[in-house]
């Protein structure tokens, strides 16, 4: 055993605020960043007005500006290509996942320091030491994490809805990864680092608590003038609270060496969905939503969570979710399989009554009625 502390990489700041992008310049200055030439990475729609904004407020003669529409080889080239050919010392990537996710794994090959500005709070890898690429296929791959977090509420409040409730739904889903990563260790052995676990769950309870507190029971009676599931999800509190959870959960990443204590059944059932459903929804969205059936199986305590997605307008049936009950269950039995070796309370499936049962306690028994 070593009597050393361990070496952990994670961002070394990280800011949420109104208005953030006006800073930038300042935020460099006063976390000692001195850049001899950026490069811009954006998106080529919504994020790459919000990218030409942010780039007015730099010095133009040190900036180069790349605009990516995938996550494929070609634009991690472009990036790779683009960080030579310049010089560049440093590269802000603002977008969303996949833009976020190519710039980083680009940015670890090159060995060049990464500055994220999320436009988009829609899953955990802000700040996770791990990159979804497209190469041969799509794939989780190891990278360093950003140097800086920089969240605008004013950015991200204004992208579209289902963004938010991703985030939500992935956020969430740390209550059922870190269970899973226990199962694990009972059933093989599979080591847990307390500090990730901790980290990772605390992240997705204090987000719960939060809600539960400040969000309205929309089944109380109300005057109709407004959409109180949607007065909350705007509200810059709400917002801040969901991006620190989020940056939390990537460091809990970063801790454990892999993304086990964010990334359970769930995330398993979701990468199975993505192969089986002609368009898939969002990756948090289905996250989120397969968390109520992986609590249900394990015979976990979800009350919570169900009452915090219902103030929210989150999907908790196949109707609101638009997804099959047949797919899903399909998705589940192949669901072990897109990732080998995870072990998760799927392993533990004994036959089609055990699914059933938990489906009907996820999601409403009538739903399910005709399935025998």
Partial sequence: MSNSARSIRIPNFFYIEENARDRLEDILKKEGITVDRYLIVSGTGYTRKIADDIATMLDSSAIVRLCISSNDIHAISSIEHTISRNEVSLVLAIGGGKVLDTAKYACSNMNIPMLAFPTALSNDGISSPIAVVRLESIESKGSQPPIGIVVDIDVVKSAPK??????????????????????????????????????????????????????????????????????????????????????????????????????????????????????????????????????????SDFTDIVEVYKRLGFPTTFDSIGIPVEKFMEAIRIAPYTRKGRFTILDLIRDDTMLINALRLAYGKAILQDIR
């Fill in 162 to 299: 289902h963004t938010i409730l991703a985030g939500v739904g992935d956020l969430i889903s740390n209550i059922s990864a870190v269970e899973d990563w226990r199962l694990a260790h009972e059933h093989k052995d599979e080591q847990i680092d307390r500090f990730a676990e901790i980290l990772s769950r605390n992240a997705a309870e204090r987000f719960i608590y939060y809600v539960l507190k400040n969000g309205k029971d929309n089944n109380s009676s109300n005057n109709g003038d407004d959409c109180s599931e949607d007065k909350l999800i705007y509200d810059s509190k709400f917002l801040t609270c969901l991006a620190e959870g989020l940056i939390q959960s990537g460091i809990a990443m970063s801790i454990a060496g892999s993304s086990r204590p964010a990334s359970g059944a769930e995330h398993l059932i979701s990468h199975a969905l993505d192969r089986l459903l002609a368009n898939p929804k969002p990756h948090g969205i289905q996250v989120g939503f397969s968390t109520l059936f992986a609590m249900a199986l394990r015979g």
